[in-house]
């Protein structure tokens, strides 16, 4: 198999159902990191897992959802209140 076969095999399945013709195979890749960030995997397996040899390359491709976003500010702030209410916490 070469690049080129995967490459023309996505595009057959793409249409087959549908997807616009902007999704490519990259953004496979997008998704793969997007979806290990929201999963809890720590950023530096995720680096590991696509050779990235910087973090910041890695947050280029995370595209987390609202509901990800909303959650980690959630589980921020209530650290923050538990610390404020049990320095010892």
Do not use: N, W
């Amino acid at each position: 198999m070469s690049l080129g076969s995967f490459g023309d095999a996505f595009a057959a399945a793409r249409g087959a159902v549908g997807l616009p013709k902007e999704l490519g195979l990259h953004c496979l890749r997008h998704s793969y990191v997007t979806h290990l960030i929201e999963a809890g995997y720590d950023l530096a397996f995720v680096q590991t897992q696509v050779g990235h040899s910087y973090a910041s390359t890695t947050g280029l491709y995370t595209s987390v959802s609202s509901d990800f976003k909303q959650k980690t500010v959630t589980q921020m702030i209530a650290r923050r209140i538990t610390t404020l209410e049990d320095p010892d916490a």
